[in-house]
C-alpha cells in the first residue's frame, strides 16, 4: 500500500491520473472501516486532508458551493439557513466524532443508499463538481449521480471537489429511522423540500432502494395538487387524503429489501410514514412564514 | 512510512508505519500511550476518542499518514491540557510543563498524587469507572463539551456523549459526573 | 473460627467497621481509578514486549462442514512470518478444552461445527503481516448441512453435531444433540389444573445477546526460560483458564503462570477461553512472546453469546387471583459447543417459576447441540430467558382476570419460607411483594417532557436525533416486572474461594495487603477488598496485590458471586490474621494490661482496642519486626445436585430479587421507542459499597433493556452464519437511549451470608427486560411475544 499526500488540489488530481485505483480518503469514516476490518486493502490511498479548500464553503445567489471535506458538524452549525435540509441530516449522522471528521464528499464517494446525506442532497437539488487531471470540471446533476449500489457517476480519474447546492427558498425537512436513537445507520430515511420560488416539492429516499432516488410520482401528484387548490397562495392545511396519497406514492418509489436493519415492508411503510409527517412540518412552516410576509407586506 | 506530528505538547516520530495504520494504532504500539483504546476500530463506540488540531475524532479512523504535522492530545495529556487552558497563556514554559508531565510519579497503584483534570476527578469521584475500557474516551468527549458548553442539560450531555459507548454503568454515574465536573468549574470560575 | 460454614456477620463487627475509615458500607473510591483516567491502567490489550509477534486466528467462513485439506505453505513463506499451527501441530494428547465438558477443539480437527471457529493460527511480526498471511492459507471444505432449531436437531437422522459423546450428561438425554435436560416435576399438576378459573399459554422467544464488553479479547504470552509460559490476560477466572490451558500445551500447571492483566468488562463473556492457548502455543513454538488482541469483527466469533431461547408456558389461576399450577418447557440453543449450557439448563429450569409460589408445577429445559454459535454465559444466564416469559405469563393473567398485575404478581409472590419447585426452602428473606411496592410508589417521570418553548426537543422522543417525530404518534406505557436469580455456584459444585491476607508494619504504620486471584472485571472486587480488610484489620492502608496463579483459586467472577464468596474468603482471612495479631500482642504486651486477657479485642483505627473502646496498644507497635500471613480457602454453604428425573435437591445457595417499573414512549407509527425511565428496586442484603451497588443494579438494568429493544445477534437460519458481527449492526444502548434509572436499594441481611451480603450483580438484568417489553405492550396493545422487539413487530410489517 501508498500513501499519498498531495499538497493541492492540482497534486491530488495528478495523483489520481496517476493511479486511478487510487482511494481518496478523507474524514477515513468508511476508508478506515474497510481497511481495519481486512474487507479491502487499496493499493493506494490518496489523502485528501491537506488540501484546504475542500472544507470551505461559499454562500452565493442561488447556491452554496460546499466543499467536499466539509465536516457535518460545520454544516450544522454554520448553514442551517442556507441548507436546512442538509443541516438535520448532518445532525443525523453517526457520532459527534464522525460528524467532526466526516464530510458531503465521503457520502457521495462511497454512494451507499444509506448515506445519510444523499436525500437532503435531492430534495434541495444540487450538482455534484467533479474533476480530473485530464478534462477538468464537470457538473453532475444530483439525480444522475447514483448509478448502482455503491456506485457513482465518477470517472476513475475524477474526484469530488465541491457541491453545490441550491439555497432553500423554503422549508425542509429530513427524518431518518434507526433503531437507536444515536449513532445508527438508517433503516430508511426521506427528505422534502418545498420550493415555494418555483412552486415545486422535491423528495428524496434513502435506504429504501439500490441507490438514493426521489419519488418523482409523489412530487408530481403533490405539485399538481397544490397547484389545483391554490394551496401555495392560500396557505390552506393540506387535506388529510392529499397528505395520505402523497405518503402512498412515496412508499410505492421504494424497492427496498429485506435485511438484518429491516424488513423491506417495514421500510415502505415508515417512508410513507415519515413522508406525511416532514410534509406536514414543512407546510406547517411554510404556513406560517406566508401568513407572516402577507403580514408585512 | 513516517509521520511526524505531534502529541500532548511533544514532537513524536514514528518510522516504519504501515501505511494502513490508524492513528490509534500508532499512538497506542508506537508512541506507548496506550491511553486510547481499540474497543471497535470502526467509529461505533468512541473509547479511542482523541483531539486531533483540538477536534474530537474517533482516532481509530484516522490513517496515521493523515496526521503528519498536525497536533493530537489523548487522555494520557488530558489533565495537562485542561491546565493550560484554565491558566490561559501565563502558565510558564510550556516545555517544562511538558517534562513534568512526562516525569510526573504516582506514589502508589492507586496512582494517588497525581495531578488530574476536572473531569477525570468527577468521573472517579462520581462512580462513573467501572471497567474503565470507555473512560478514556468519554473524557477526552466530555471534556471538549465543557470547553464548549459549560452549563450543559442533561440533553446536550447525552447528546455530546452518544458517540461513546459504555457497558458497565448504565450511564448514570457518567451523567452525574460531567454535571459534577460542570457545577465544579462553575464554583471555580 | 471454621473455615467452613459462614461465620455470621454480627452487628458488633459492623459497628466496628464503621469505626475505622474506608471499612465497608462507605463509598470508598475504586483503587484503580486514577491509573483508569488516565490511560495507565494496563489493559490486556495494551500488553507490550520488546520483540514480540503478533498472533492471527484464521477461521471458518463456513458453519458445517468436513474440512478436505489445509495448505498453509504459501502462509508460511511470507516474509516476516514465524510460525504458522494447525491441529496437526499441537504438542500434547490433549487438543481440546471446555469449562465442563472438554468438547472444544484448540483448533478444528477434520470438521468445523460454526461459523467463526479457529481453523488455523499464525504469528508475524506485524498484525498486518499475520492477517495477509492467514489469508494466503488454503482451507478446502465439504459443506455438511447446518443444525439450527431443535426440530433440525433432534429429527430421527440429524447429524449428530459431536460424534460419539462421552460426557456425564449423555446417559439422560434424550438425544445426543442435546447437551443436558434438567425435568423439575414437584405436586401435580393435572390435577391442580382443575382448580384453575383462567389458563394462559404462549409461545415466547428470546433472541441472542451478546456481552459486548469494551474491551476486546487479547493477551500477551511470554515464553519462560524453564520452557514454560507466563500468560497476562483478561479473564474472570484464572485457575479455571489455568486448568484447561495447561493440559493442551502439554505442561504442568506450575510451568504455566498467569496474571490478570486489565479487563475491560466481562459479563460471562470472558468465563470461556477464547485466544489463551492460541497465544501460548504460538510463544511456545517460535520462542518469543505473542500478543493477540481481537477486532470487533473477531470478538463477535471469539466468545460465547447469551443462549437464545424458545419458552412454552402455561399458567393456572384461581379467581380471586391465586396461581394453581405451572407448566414450561424451555429449549435453548447451546451451538456447537457446550461451554456452561448444562449449568444454563439448571438455572433456567431451577428458577422458571419465577419468584411466586406455586406448588404443582412440570418444568422441562433443554439445551440443544446445534451449528449456531456457542452460547455459554451472560449475566443471569438461564433465569434471564425465564424471567422474559413468566413475567409475560403474569401479565396475561392478570389481565385475563381483570386484575393489577402488580397487586396481581403480590398475591403470589414468595417470601422467606417458601419451597422452591426443587423442594429447597427459601431460608433468608425474599422481600417480593415489597419491592414490587417500592417500585410502584415511586413517582411518574413527566409527561411530554420533549416540549420545550423551541418546539419538540427530539433527543427526548423516539427516534433521538434522527428527527422522526414532534410528539404525533406517541404513546407512553408502564410496565412491572420481578425475578429470582440465584447467587454462586450451585447443583453440588465446590465454589470455594482462597484469599492471602498479609499484615505489617511499613513506614512506622500498621498496613494490609490482600492477594487474591479474583478477577476484577469492572465490578470493583478489588475496592471491596480493601473495605472489607480496613473493617477487620482497622488499618487505613491496604494494598490489593495483583491477582495472579500464585494464590489458590478464587472462582469465577460471575454468578453475582465475588463479593460474597471471595470477599467471604478475604473477611475470613482477615480474621485469622487478626487473631494471629492479637496473640503476638498478648505475647508482647499481655503482662502490662489485664484487658489483654480478659476482654473482647478489636483492630480499630490503627489500634488494639477493647469492646469498650480502650486503647490498649499501637498495631504499629504490636507488629513491630513481625509480619503475619496466612493463605486460606473459604467456602459457603454446600448444595446439591438437582435429580435427574425429579429435580429436587437444595441446588442453590442464595437468591437475588429485583423489581422494575418501565415508563416508555412509543411512536406507534413507526414502531420506535424511547425508554424514558426504569425504576429499580433490589434487596442487597447489605451494601458493601453503596456507590458500587448502584453501579451493578444501574448497568445490568440497561444491558437488560439492551435486549428488550435492539441487542441481537441474527443468525442466517438457512447457513447459520452470523449476519451481524459488528457495532455498526449489532446495537448497544448510547447514553441517548438510555433512561433515568432511580434505584431503591433495600437491605435485609441474609445471617448465612458474609455481613449479610446479597450478590446483586445479576438480579437487575432480568426484570429489566420484561418491564420493558410490558411497558410497550401497555402502550400498543400488541402481544409481543419475542425479545427485542423491533419497529416491523409494533408496525405489523415484519
Not at chain 3, 490498649?616 to 428425573?645: I, K, M, N, S
Request: glycine share 10%.
Amino acid at each position: 500500500m501508498d500513501f499519498l499526500r498531495p499538497a493541492s488540489w492540482e497534486e491530488a488530481l495528478a495523483a489520481k491520473a496517476e493511479h486511478p485505483t487510487a482511494v481518496p480518503i478523507a474524514g477515513g469514516t468508511d476508508v478506515m472501516v474497510e481497511i481495519n476490518f481486512d474487507h479491502r486493502r487499496p493499493e493506494y490511498l490518496l489523502d485528501l486532508n491537506r488540501i484546504g479548500d475542500l472544507t470551505e464553503w461559499e454562500t452565493g445567489e442561488d447556491t452554496v458551493r460546499l466543499g467536499a471535506s466539509v465536516p457535518y458538524t460545520g454544516i450544522m452549525e454554520h448553514l442551517r439557513a442556507e441548507l436546512p435540509g442538509l443541516a438535520l441530516a448532518s445532525h443525523t449522522v453517526a457520532s459527534p466524532q464522525i460528524r467532526n471528521r466526516g464530510g458531503v464528499g465521503g457520502n457521495l464517494g462511497t454512494a451507499s443508499p444509506a448515506g445519510d446525506a444523499h436525500p437532503a442532497l435531492l430534495a434541495a437539488g444540487a450538482d455534484v463538481e467533479v474533476e480530473s487531471a485530464a478534462r477538468g470540471t464537470r457538473l453532475i446533476p444530483i439525480d444522475e449521480f447514483y448509478t448502482g449500489v455503491k456506485r457513482n457517476a465518477l470517472q476513475p480519474d475524477e474526484l469530488i471537489r465541491a457541491v453545490h447546492i441550491k439555497k432553500a427558498d423554503g422549508p425542509q425537512q429530513y427524518s431518518k429511522v434507526g433503531t437507536r436513537n444515536a449513532m445508527v445507520i438508517a433503516v430508511c430515511a426521506f427528505g422534502l423540500a418545498l420550493h415555494p420560488e418555483t412552486r415545486t416539492v422535491r423528495t428524496g429516499i434513502g435506504s429504501a432502494a439500490p441507490t438514493p432516488v426521489r419519488a418523482k410520482a409523489a412530487e408530481e401528484f403533490l405539485n399538481a395538487a397544490l397547484e389545483e387548490g391554490g394551496f401555495w397562495d392560500n396557505g390552506k392545511i393540506i387535506t388529510p387524503s392529499v397528505a395520505k396519497q402523497f405518503a402512498d406514492l412515496c412508499s410505492a418509489a421504494c424497492n427496498p429489501i429485506d435485511d438484518v436493519r429491516g424488513t423491506a415492508s417495514y421500510r415502505r411503510h415508515a417512508v410513507g410514514v415519515m413522508a406525511r409527517r416532514t410534509l406536514t412540518w414543512t407546510w406547517e412552516s411554510y404556513r406560517g412564514t406566508a401568513a407572516h410576509s402577507e403580514g408585512v407586506a | 512510512m513516517r509521520v511526524n506530528f505531534t502529541v500532548n505538547g511533544r514532537p513524536q516520530e514514528a518510522d516504519d508505519v504501515w501505511e494502513g495504520e490508524s492513528l490509534l494504532y500508532v499512538l497506542r504500539e508506537r508512541l506507548g500511550l496506550p491511553g486510547s483504546k481499540n474497543a471497535c476500530e470502526q467509529g461505533e463506540c468512541g473509547s479511542c476518542t482523541v483531539r486531533l488540531d483540538g477536534v474530537p475524532v474517533c482516532s481509530c479512523l484516522v490513517a496515521a499518514g493523515q496526521v503528519e504535522g498536525r497536533e493530537v492530545v489523548t487522555v494520557e495529556g488530558l489533565a495537562e491540557y485542561a491546565k493550560q487552558r484554565s491558566c490561559g497563556s501565563s502558565c510558564g514554559t510550556s516545555l517544562n510543563d511538558a517534562q513534568q508531565w512526562a516525569a510526573k510519579g504516582q506514589d502508589s497503584q492507586t496512582g494517588e498524587g497525581t495531578e488530574l483534570a476536572p473531569i477525570q476527578q468527577a468521573f472517579i469521584d462520581a462512580g462513573a469507572v467501572q471497567c474503565g475500557f470507555c473512560t478514556p474516551g468519554l473524557l477526552v468527549a466530555a471534556d471538549e463539551m465543557l470547553e464548549r458548553n459549560p452549563n450543559p442539560s442533561d440533553a446536550d450531555i447525552r447528546e455530546a456523549l452518544s458517540g461513546n459507548l459504555c457497558r458497565c454503568t448504565g450511564y448514570e454515574k457518567i451523567m452525574d459526573a460531567v454535571r459534577l465536573a460542570a457545577a465544579r468549574q462553575g464554583e471555580a470560575v | 473460627m471454621p473455615s467452613n460454614g459462614a461465620p455470621i456477620g454480627t452487628p458488633t463487627k459492623v459497628t466496628q467497621g464503621s469505626q475505622t475509615k474506608g471499612g465497608i458500607g462507605e463509598s470508598t473510591l475504586r483503587p484503580d481509578g486514577t491509573l483508569k483516567v488516565t490511560g495507565e491502567f494496563a489493559y490486556s490489550s495494551d500488553m507490550w514486549h520488546e520483540d514480540m509477534l503478533w498472533g492471527q486466528i484464521l477461521r471458518s467462513t463456513v458453519a458445517h462442514a468436513e474440512i478436505v485439506s489445509i495448505d498453509t505453505s504459501e502462509a508460511l513463506k511470507t516474509a516476516g512470518v514465524y510460525a504458522v499451527m494447525t491441529y496437526d501441530d499441537l504438542p500434547a494428547e490433549m487438543k481440546n478444552y471446555g469449562l465442563e465438558i472438554q468438547d472444544t477443539p484448540v483448533l478444528a480437527h477434520g470438521k468445523v461445527r460454526h461459523h467463526g471457529e479457529p481453523v488455523a493460527i499464525v504469528a508475524a511480526d506485524h498484525p498486518e503481516t499475520a492477517r495477509r498471511a492467514a489469508a494466503k492459507i488454503k482451507v478446502e471444505y465439504r459443506e455438511l448441512p447446518v443444525i439450527t432449531d431443535e426440530a433440525s436437531a433432534t429429527a430421527p437422522d440429524a447429524i449428530l453435531v459431536h460424534e460419539g459423546r462421552d460426557d456425564h450428561h449423555i446417559g439422560h438425554v434424550p438425544h445426543p444433540n442435546i447437551v443436558h435436560r434438567q425435568p423439575i416435576i414437584r405436586g401435580d399438576v393435572e390435577e391442580a389444573r382443575k382448580r384453575a378459573d383462567v389458563i394462559v399459554e404462549g409461545e415466547y422467544t428470546f433472541g441472542m445477546q451478546d456481552q459486548a464488553f469494551l474491551g476486546p479479547e487479547s493477551g500477551l504470552a511470554v515464553p519462560e526460560e524453564d520452557g514454560g509460559v507466563h500468560l497476562y490476560i483478561a479473564t474472570q477466572w484464572l485457575h479455571s483458564d489455568l486448568r484447561q490451558i495447561a493440559p493442551v500445551l502439554g505442561l504442568p500447571e506450575e510451568k504455566v503462570r498467569m496474571t490478570l492483566a486489565g479487563v475491560g468488562g466481562a459479563f460471562g463473556g470472558r468465563e470461556d477461553l477464547s485466544m489463551q492457548i492460541h497465544a501460548c502455543l504460538l510463544a511456545m513454538r517460535t520462542g518469543k512472546p505473542v500478543k493477540i488482541v481481537y477486532n470487533r469483527f473477531e470478538s463477535f466469533f471469539g466468545h460465547v453469546h447469551r443462549h437464545p431461547a424458545k419458552l412454552y408456558y402455561e399458567h393456572g389461576a384461581t379467581k380471586d387471583g391465586k396461581l394453581t399450577h405451572m407448566k414450561c418447557r424451555i429449549v435453548l440453543d447451546g451451538g456447537a459447543y457446550a461451554s456452561a449450557s448444562p449449568a444454563v439448563v439448571g438455572n433456567a429450569s431451577s428458577l422458571s417459576v419465577g419468584p411466586y409460589v406455586i406448588d404443582d408445577v412440570d418444568i422441562e429445559a433443554i439445551a440443544l447441540y446445534t451449528n449456531n454459535p456457542p452460547c455459554g454465559a451472560m449475566r443471569g444466564f438461564g433465569a434471564v430467558q425465564a424471567c422474559f416469559a413468566y413475567e409475560a405469563q403474569m401479565d396475561k393473567l392478570a389481565k385475563k382476570l381483570g386484575m393489577d398485575p402488580v397487586e396481581f404478581r403480590q398475591l403470589n409472590a414468595m417470601e422467606q419460607g417458601t419451597i422452591m419447585p426443587t423442594g429447597q426452602p427459601v431460608d433468608s428473606p425474599a422481600p417480593v411483594a415489597e419491592l414490587l411496592r417500592r417500585v410502584k410508589s415511586m413517582p411518574l417521570p413527566p409527561e411530554r417532557q420533549w416540549e420545550s418553548s423551541e418546539g419538540a426537543d427530539v433527543r427526548q422522543l423516539p427516534g433521538g436525533l434522527s428527527n422522526t417525530t414532534h410528539g404525533e404518534g406517541v404513546v407512553r406505557g408502564i410496565g412491572y416486572a420481578v425475578g429470582i436469580k440465584n447467587v454462586g455456584f450451585s447443583e453440588g459444585f465446590d465454589d470455594y474461594s482462597t484469599a492471602k491476607v498479609r499484615m505489617e508494619v511499613v513506614g512506622g504504620e500498621a498496613v494490609a495487603t490482600v492477594h487474591t486471584a479474583m478477577a476484577e472485571v469492572g465490578q470493583g472486587g478489588v475496592t471491596v477488598h480493601a473495605q472489607i480488610a480496613r473493617t477487620e484489620l482497622g488499618v487505613s492502608q491496604v494494598t490489593i496485590h495483583p491477582a495472579d496463579t500464585q494464590v489458590g483459586s478464587a472462582g469465577s467472577t460471575s454468578a453475582s458471586r465475588q463479593t460474597y464468596v471471595t470477599g467471604g474468603a478475604v473477611k475470613n482471612a482477615c480474621e485469622l490474621v487478626r487473631e494471629q495479631v492479637l496473640e503476638i500482642g498478648r505475647r508482647k504486651f499481655g503482662t502490662y494490661h489485664p484487658a489483654w486477657a480478659t476482654a473482647e479485642l478489636l483492630l480499630e483505627g490503627g489500634k488494639v482496642v477493647t469492646d469498650g473502646g480502650e486503647v490498649l496498644a499501637d498495631l504499629a507497635d504490636v507488629l513491630e519486626g513481625e509480619v503475619v500471613e496466612l493463605e486460606r480457602e473459604w467456602r459457603h454453604r454446600p448444595t446439591e445436585a438437582f435429580d435427574l428425573r425429579t429435580g429436587q435437591g437444595n441446588g442453590h445457595v442464595q437468591y437475588s430479587f429485583a423489581a422494575h417499573r418501565a415508563v416508555v414512549e412509543v411512536d406507534t407509527e413507526l414502531g420506535l421507542v424511547k425508554v424514558i425511565e426504569l425504576a429499580c428496586a433490589q434487596d442487597v442484603g447489605k451494601a458493601l459499597n453503596p456507590l458500587s451497588v448502584l453501579g451493578q443494579i444501574q448497568g445490568g438494568t440497561l444491558q437488560g433493556m439492551g435486549i428488550a429493544v435492539m441487542e441481537e445477534i441474527i443468525v442466517d437460519p438457512k447457513t447459520a452464519k452470523v449476519r451481524n458481527p459488528s457495532f455498526t449492526d449489532y446495537l448497544l444502548p448510547t447514553i441517548l437511549d438510555t433512561p433515568i434509572i432511580p434505584v431503591d436499594v433495600l437491605e435485609l441481611a441474609d445471617e448465612h451470608a458474609p455481613y449479610g451480603l446479597r450478590g446483586i450483580g445479576e438480579a437487575p438484568t432480568l426484570s429489566s427486560t420484561p418491564a420493558v417489553l410490558a411497558a410497550i405492550r401497555n402502550a400498543t396493545g400488541l402481544e409481543l411475544n419475542r425479545t427485542p422487539v423491533r419497529p416491523e413487530h409494533l408496525t405489523g410489517k415484519a
